[in-house]
T-cell receptor
């Protein structure tokens, strides 16, 4: 099966511009997550979709970040306007269920490296 | 805020040596996962441990979950150059399906 696909793989934008990241989860996975790794820090949770609904968006840094998941399929994460501190690697992940069971785990995409200059 | 402290941050060893990576927290997790990440790729799940005291083996890798479900360790026996990569531990937050990650351990195994 196809994995989690993210694009672009890299994006360099100027401060104040807008960038939209896209994630295509594994087909049939209702759960989609966005995480971010800022340089020198750990990977941190941003938000969680169940189908098209936002289940948990407690990790979103501020209202410059807007995530959507149209029809419960792919998701976009828009940053507008971008600031220097938004630079980092943005990971998308999907999972079939949310049970904390033996086999639970995410499938991650390769990430989008965002650089704001 | 739950935190996971991972140690060491960096480890450089020779092929054939053994090593252990630690993941510690003051918080209880419903499960703990270990991922391996290579440059330019996303983390890839290695194992999930759920029960306190649980030990799982994956070839030369042994994973252990602490009795109180607050800490975990990864032991690699006879490391090989192919084991090189960033190893991440991640705790599942009770009642949620979100993960708290450690900063990772960068392992370099030289031939």
């Amino acid at each position: 099966e196809a994995g989690v696909t993210q694009f672009p793989s890299h994006s360099v934008i100027e401060k104040g511009q807008t960038v939209t990241l896209r994630c295509d989860p594994i087909s049939g996975h209702d759960n989609l997550y966005w995480y971010r790794r800022v340089m020198g820090k750990e990977i941190k949770f941003l938000l969680h979709f169940v189908k098209e609904s936002k289940q948990d968006e407690s990790g979103m840094p501020n209202n410059r970040f807007l995530a959507e998941r149209t029809g419960g399929t792919y998701s976009t994460l828009k940053v507008q306007p971008a600031e220097l501190e938004d630079s980092g690697v943005y990971f998308c992940a999907s999972s079939q269920d949310t049970l904390m069971g033996q086999g639970f785990g995410y499938t991650f995409g390769s990430g989008t490296r965002l650089t704001v200059v | 805020t739950q935190l996971l402290e991972q140690s060491p941050q960096f480890l450089s060893i020779q092929e054939g040596e053994n090593l252990t990576v630690y993941c510690n927290s003051s918080s209880v997790f419903s499960s703990l996962q270990w991922y391996r990440q290579e440059p330019g790729e996303g983390p890839v799940l290695l194992v999930t441990v759920v029960t306190g005291g649980e030990v799982k083996k994956l070839k030369r890798l042994t994973f252990q979950f602490g009795d109180a479900r607050k800490d975990s360790s990864l032991h690699i026996t006879a490391a090989q150059p192919g084991d090189t990569g960033l190893y991440l531990c991640a705790g599942a937050n009770p009642g949620y399906s979100t993960l708290t990650f450690g900063k990772g351990t960068m392992l370099l195994v030289s031939p």
